[in-house]
């Protein structure tokens, strides 16, 4: 069948996300391996979203697809409420890397954020949360309300404003006198809704499409002062930031702050099946020892998806993903500085890690396209590409990517002129 013709089959009956169903494009993935996957009628693409930015060991690895295999020959569907060597197995993993203390699982990113709203409000009995107004925290509604994405436009008028804290960029950076314009919009938000009212601060490790923008040095250590201050929970929502995407397991270590709960997803399982997380702190955790934890779903835990992130897990320690993610994001910064230097169209870059992205003086749309063209699938909102690629990427193939992305800039500008 060719790709047009399977598209059209599917568009049938399946929609696709985030789309008008007809202006819908595609691509049809037939094979995958390591940073790169196949799309037919086209050949091998270099996968600078790593799909959607969660095939974080890379594509096809054997280690995950083995012991998922496991236990699917083991015990494929299993109550949420049982008890599993896989499921213990993966709380020690997870314990293990984010240091705190057990972990509530969901099958997606949303839920997750979803039910770490429930904790904060069953923990402190406060209602309101607060998030950066550059943000995205999920699709459903609860999150969408709550976030700053454009996403929730169509489903405005039924929402209550989310309460944003003001992140303009680049960020005022604080001084012995002042604080930083970040900190100080939280600080006058906390104060304006009256912090007693306040039951959390949910906050991108490092944050995503919405910009990644570099926090100013107080904003974390400032935000979790404000917390202690008037007894609000800090949720550091790690969903696209984590397992090793910036070159740390977690982005917030880079800021060294302490967090009350976190959200994991995406790179959780590698993307190899549906699963996220709520991680509480020791604190959170004893609350419920006794009280009801008022939270469940049918496919908590589903025992496929733990055995998939154990995989994942074990081959981001066993390979040093996250290490490697640091080295190669280092040769694709100095990459993107000579890029800057020879293409007067980029005009900037930001990141960490394997989460960077790289700012144009235009749309970024003929550079897309000049990039599929040459075998580099790009992604882009508005004047910004994000270079997000598996973190098993190797250094030469990091020098390969940038050399293609030297030619579609220059191929680019031609076009444009
Ligand atoms: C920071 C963050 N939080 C939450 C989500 C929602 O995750 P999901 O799409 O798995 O529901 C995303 C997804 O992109 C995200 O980047």
Redesign the pocket.
């Known amino acids: 069948m060719t790709a047009n013709s399977l598209s059209a089959r599917q568009r049938q009956h399946v929609f696709f996300t985030w789309s008008a169903q007809a202006r819908a494009r595609p691509l049809e993935i037939i094979d995958a391996e390591r940073a790169r996957f196949e799309v037919a009628g086209k050949g091998w693409v270099w996968d600078l979203e790593s799909q959607?930015?969660?095939v974080n060991v890379g594509h096809k690895h054997a280690h995950v697809q083995a012991r998922m295999i496991e236990q699917v020959e083991e015990l494929p569907a299993c109550a949420p409420s049982a008890a599993l060597p896989i499921r213990a197995q993966l709380g020690e993993l997870l314990v293990a890397h984010t240091g705190m203390a057990k972990a509530f699982l969901t099958t997606?990113?949303?839920?997750?954020?979803e039910n770490a709203i429930k904790i904060a409000r069953l923990v402190t009995g406060r209602t309101k949360i607060l998030t950066r107004r550059s943000?995205?925290?999920?699709?459903?509604l609860a999150?969408l309300e709550i976030?700053g994405d454009a996403r929730k436009r169509p489903f405005e008028a039924t929402m209550s404003a989310g309460l944003h804290i003001d992140d303009p960029y680049p960020a005022r950076a604080p001084t012995p006198e002042r604080a930083s314009d970040w900190l100080e919009s939280a600080r006058e938000l906390v104060a304006r809704e009256g912090g007693e009212t306040i039951a959390a601060i949910l906050l991108?490790?490092f944050?995503?499409?919405n910009g990644m923008q570099h926090p100013p040095s107080d904003f974390w250590p400032g935000v979790r002062a404000l917390c202690d201050e008037h007894g609000i929970l800090l949720i550091d929502?790690?969903?696209?930031?984590g397992f090793g995407r910036t070159g740390r397991w977690f982005a917030r270590e880079r800021f060294g702050v302490e967090v009350d709960m976190m959200?994991l997803?995406?790179g959780l399982t590698s993307g190899y099946a549906?699963l996220?997380g709520v991680m509480v702190s020791e604190a959170i955790a004893r609350r419920f020892d006794d009280e009801v934890l008022w939270c469940g779903l049918t496919h908590y835990a589903h025992p496929v998806s733990c055995a998939a992130a154990v995989g994942s897990i074990e081959v981001l320690e066993r390979e040093g993903l996250p290490e490697n993610a640091e080295r190669v994001g280092r040769v694709l910064e100095q990459g993107f500085a000579g890029l800057s230097e020879r293409h007067a169209m980029v005009v900037g870059q930001r990141g960490f890690g394997l989460m960077r992205a790289l700012e144009l003086d235009r749309s970024a749309q003929e550079l897309v396209e000049r990039a599929w063209e040459l075998g580099v699938y790009l992604p882009s909102r508005g004047p910004m590409v994000w270079v997000c690629p598996p973190l098993c990427l190797r250094e030469e193939e990091a020098e390969t990517i940038l050399g293609l992305l030297d030619q579609a800039l220059a191929r680019s500008s031609e076009g444009l002129q």
């Open positions: 959607v930015y969660n997606g990113g949303s839920e997750a954020v943000s995205y925290h999920g699709a459903t999150v976030a991108e490790g944050t995503g499409t929502d790690e969903i696209f930031s959200t997803g995406k549906p996220a």
